[in-house]
Each structure stands twice: as C-alpha cells, then as structure tokens.
C-alpha cells in the first residue's frame, strides 16, 4: 500500500509555463484534494473532488484547473505559473464513509515560480 | 466562508512541562475538529480529532476539548517529549455526507527544549 503519491516533489517554472502535477492513491478513496502551503498561511483547499469525474472549487482556485478522470488519480494543473503560486501543494484523500474522517496527506510537492 | 483563527504561532516549552494550543472558529455549523502534526519537510499526520457533539477526547498523552458556546477548541499534550517538537494545524469543517472540507488554522511551532 503506498497510500498517497504525488509527482514530481520538486519543480521549477518559469513564468507563463504550465504543468501538472500528479496526485495518485491507492485506498480505493473517494475524496481528493488538493491544498497549497505558504508560510504562516497553513493549508489552504485550491479544489477537491467527491468522486471521479466530478471537481469544485475551494478557497483559492484562481490560476488552477482539476480533473479526476480516474477514481485514484487527481490532477492539478497551472495553465501559466505566476510566482505567486510559489508553493507547496499537498494532495489528500478521504474514505468518504461514516466514522471514517482522517485525510490522508501526500508528500507535496515543492515549486517555484521564476 | 469558515475562519479559523489559531494562537500561539510559536510555543516553548521545558520537556516533561505540558503545551496547550487554542483555536476558534466562525461558523457556528461546524461539527469536525481536527489537530494535524507536521514534522519539518514531512506531510501533515492526524493526531486527534473530535466531533461537535463531545466535550473532550483523549488519547494517551494529547487530548482535545471543545466548547460550542464559545466557538474555540484546544490541544492540550502533557509530559512533553523532544518528538512533540513539530508545526501543528487545528482545523474545521462541516461534516457533508463524509466530505470534510476542512479550513485549518495558521499553525502552531511547538519546540520541546530538553
């Protein structure tokens, strides 16, 4: 069971390019999320997902874009990086069953915008 | 939207003393309280968490207490020990169907000095 992954951990953009990162889990979860992390911010939700095929937007969606083609997979994509999105972007999961309510956090993913 | 307020930013303490965490939140419809730890460079881990409809909860060294009236709940960790040393975040969330969007607070150092 490798729970969580996410790929790549470390990334550097230049301004204007684009990427996606990867979030893969292997616990048959139904909820995903991504957050991103900035000092003294604490975690903060871009966008989340309740199931494959379905995405919303968080507290910050704005310069992100999500697709949960695949039940373990959730990808968040930056269609033209700003070094505002300097960041470590964390991707969770949640079993999504009563009783069951710890989100279960992958490794992140250090980038940073030029 | 949720706002989750988070106090002390940074926090010392002698080992063996204990270490207390507070935390409030705006909305009055949250009923999911969890305390995260994330160690330096690592994910954030559960710890503890609660539900609206309990007062505190217990588990081994750290507990977590709730006052709905107030809107604030705490971490509390006794006989503290080097490894308690890490960055924790409280969150809130309203529980939806087992979704639990969480808004966490600004995080907590906490350094256990031996």
């Known amino acids: 069971n490798a729970g969580v992954t996410q790929t790549p951990k470390f990334r550097v953009l230049k301004t204007g390019q684009s990427m996606t990162l990867l979030c893969a889990q292997d616990m048959n979860h139904e909820y995903m999320y991504w957050y991103r992390q900035d000092p003294g911010m604490g975690l903060r939700l871009i966008h989340y997902s309740v199931g494959e095929g379905t995405t919303a937007k968080g507290e910050v969606p704005d310069g992100y874009n999500v697709s949960r083609l695949k039940k373990q997979n959730f990808l968040l994509g930056l269609e033209s990086a700003a070094p505002s999105q300097t960041s470590v972007y964390f991707c969770?999961?949640?079993?999504?069953?009563?009783?069951?309510?710890?989100?279960?956090f992958g490794p992140g993913t250090r980038l940073t915008v030029l | 939207g949720e706002n989750v307020e988070q106090h002390p930013s940074t926090l010392s303490v002698q080992e063996g003393d204990s270490a207390v965490i507070k935390c409030t939140y705006s909305?009055?419809?949250?009923?999911?309280f969890p305390w995260y730890k994330q160690e330096l460079g690592k994910r954030p881990q559960l710890i503890i968490d609660?539900?609206?409809?309990?007062g505190e909860k217990k588990d081994q060294r750290i507990a977590v207490t709730l006052n709905k009236t107030a809107k604030h709940f705490s971490l509390h960790i006794t006989e503290t020990q080097p490894e308690d040393s890490a960055v924790y975040f409280c969150a809130a969330s309203i529980s939806n169907f087992g979704n639990e969007k969480l808004t966490f607070g600004t995080g907590t150092r906490l350094t256990i000095i031996p």
């Open positions: 909305d009055s419809a949250s009923n999911y």
């Open positions: 609660i539900r609206s409809n309990v």
């Open positions: 969770a999961s949640l079993l999504g069953a009563s009783g069951h309510n710890e989100q279960f």
